[in-house]
């Protein structure tokens, strides 16, 4: 065996060994291999890992390409006031102050919040916050997408200084938070709604009494 050139070693090779192994595993998982054994084998998985993408192409990004957006979900079975108030973690009386859009490059139907000021609390751990941030969707659906020429306008916002009902499910990682089932969770205020909700909430025996 010919004598190996010390100074051709890796710095991760301490001895003459280590760096033989390290040679002969390169040497084997090449595709160039001189050993007329590993050849065939080294060009069939690469024809194999080839025709597998072009598989994968078709089967997941040509479909999207071609029909977009026109795939129907199954819209979401209709809920009750019984069923916000029971899935909510929290429910407030608050009014609204304005709106926010994080990202303008982002679709606005998916980027944009509200703030409202916190007036009363229905339900769920209290809290000394005044302000809430939620983040605004325009359908109780989350697959929902508006169509092609759909643009934003203020007048999808509610009037500022009304008077709402939040059904507040989970709170989001930069602090802002959801409402039940999207707009549904957002419910124009009355009397004979809040006292409906306090019902309620205390037949239900929640943990936390509502917030006097």
Request: charged share 25%; aromatic share 14%.
């Amino acid at each position: 065996m010919a004598k190996l050139n010390a100074t051709r070693w890796p710095k991760t090779c301490d001895s003459p060994a280590k760096f033989m192994r390290l040679r002969r595993l390169k040497t084997f998982l090449s595709p160039s291999s001189r050993n007329p054994r590993l050849r065939v084998p080294c060009k069939i998985m690469i024809r194999f890992n080839f025709f597998l993408t072009i598989a994968i192409s078709f089967l997941v990004f040509i479909p999207l390409k071609v029909f977009g957006n026109s795939y129907d979900f199954a819209p979401f079975p209709p809920t009750t006031i019984e069923e916000a108030c029971k899935r909510s973690k929290c429910i407030y009386v608050v009014t609204y102050k304005s709106f926010s859009i994080l990202d303008s490059k982002a679709p606005v139907y998916r980027n944009l919040f509200a703030s409202y000021i916190i007036h009363n609390q229905l339900k769920g751990q209290k809290s000394q916050a005044t302000d809430l941030k939620i983040e605004y969707e325009i359908s109780e659906d989350p697959n929902y997408t508006p169509p092609e020429k759909w643009k934003f306008s203020k007048k999808v916002m509610p009037k500022p200084g009304s008077k709402w009902i939040l059904f507040v499910t989970y709170n989001l990682t930069d602090g802002s938070m959801c409402t039940y089932r999207g707009s549904y969770g957002r419910m124009p205020h009355s009397e004979e709604l809040e006292n409906d909700i306090k019902n309620r909430v205390r037949s239900e025996r929640f943990d936390v009494e509502p917030k006097s």
